[in-house]
């Protein structure tokens, strides 16, 4: 009989996900069942204020197993991890946090029966030979260790599930774009700081160049997503820990195009530097039918959407000196 979610514990509650989700989670399933953890990172008044926090090492089995007894956990979502950017420049630290944590979060959930793990993935699991518009299955030859990692803990987890049964799950996700928690040194940080330096300063000086073209999603439909994987009935799903999951696709040019609707004055230049190689290595857009057909995925926001609403809570987040 497998378990129902009640308590659930969050890793990576400070990241842009997590922050999020956390509190998405709060609303749904009552703050107190929902255990946010981090590393290191103060979080914000708010996550700190809304439910129990604790700093954890996910790399230490210890620290982690701590949580699941004390909150009796039945769920963990496995938010932390080291992006593509950092990850290029600590390549060992990368697949330490990435792997080993991922591990630790795997045996946990067998050893303990979790009713339900999410290990994300990410776009960043293809490689240059990839079809611009990458399919749910083709080859996986990522050039970066964060896409390394990620194409390895698809394959670990989807190893846990025919091995032990263990109900894991989770999507690729694109480049994650939202106005309340910055990003964490990934390679799609360009498609929120432009919002901002374009609310702030009117203009944005890019790191990749205006022809980048990648796979992106706002962080409302980022959270939908990982909620309706994560309930969607498991005798549905024929993937496990590999969906591709797509909402929009545009190059630089396009995006600070919207913008330009909306802050006419907005200018940008472009000092491409090691995150374009990152970027370039991976597809423009992704084929998403295997997510639509076994567990209903369907986006909400498009380019013109997201812009609109970044722009609007941005301005109000300036004109009070948040940001
Ligand atoms: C990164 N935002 O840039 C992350 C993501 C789509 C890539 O996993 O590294």
Not at 30 to 43: D, Y
Not at 154 to 182: C, H, N, Q, W
Not at 223 to 238: C, G, I, R, V
Request: proline share 6%.
């Amino acid at each position: 009989m497998k378990k129902e979610i009640k308590k659930i514990l969050v890793t990576g509650s400070v990241g842009q996900i997590g922050s999020e989700l956390t509190l998405t989670l709060r609303k749904k399933y009552g703050a107190e069942n929902v255990i946010a953890t981090g590393r290191k990172t103060e979080p914000s008044k708010e996550l700190r204020e809304s439910g129990p926090f604790h700093f954890i090492n996910v790399n230490d089995p210890a620290s982690v197993e701590e949580m699941i007894k004390k909150y009796n956990i039945d769920t963990i979502i496995h938010m932390a991890a080291i992006l593509s950017g950092v990850g290029e420049k600590n390549p060992m630290l990368c697949w330490d946090v990435n792997m080993n944590g991922t591990i630790v979060i795997l045996n946990l959930a067998v050893q303990y029966e979790m009713a339900r793990v999410i290990i994300p993935s990410s776009i960043a699991v293809w490689g240059p030979g990839t079809p611009a518009k990458a399919p749910q299955e083709t080859a996986l030859k990522p050039t970066t260790m964060y896409g390394v990692t990620k194409v390895a803990g698809e394959l670990l987890a989807d190893y846990y599930v025919k091995k032990f049964g263990l109900d894991s799950r989770g999507l690729r996700y694109p480049g994650i774009i939202s106005s309340e928690t910055m990003p964490g040194g990934g390679t799609t940080d360009y498609a929120v700081a432009i919002y901002y330096e374009a609310v702030k300063n009117k203009h944005y000086t890019c790191f990749v160049n205006e022809q980048t073209k990648l796979p992106m999603m706002y962080m409302p439909d980022c959270l939908k997503s990982t909620m309706d994987l994560m309930e969607a009935p498991f005798e549905n799903l024929k993937h496990h820990n590999d969906f591709n999951v797509g909402s929009m696709s545009f190059d630089v040019k396009t995006l600070a195009d919207s913008i330009k609707k909306y802050i006419p004055e907005f200018t940008i230049n472009y000092e491409p530097d090691f995150r374009q190689a990152i970027a370039d290595s991976w597809p423009d857009d992704v084929e998403d039918t295997a997510a639509r057909e076994e567990w209903g995925w369907k986006p909400s926001y498009d380019l013109d959407s997201m812009t609109k609403d970044m722009l609007a809570n941005l301005t109000e987040k300036h004109k009070k000196g948040l940001i």
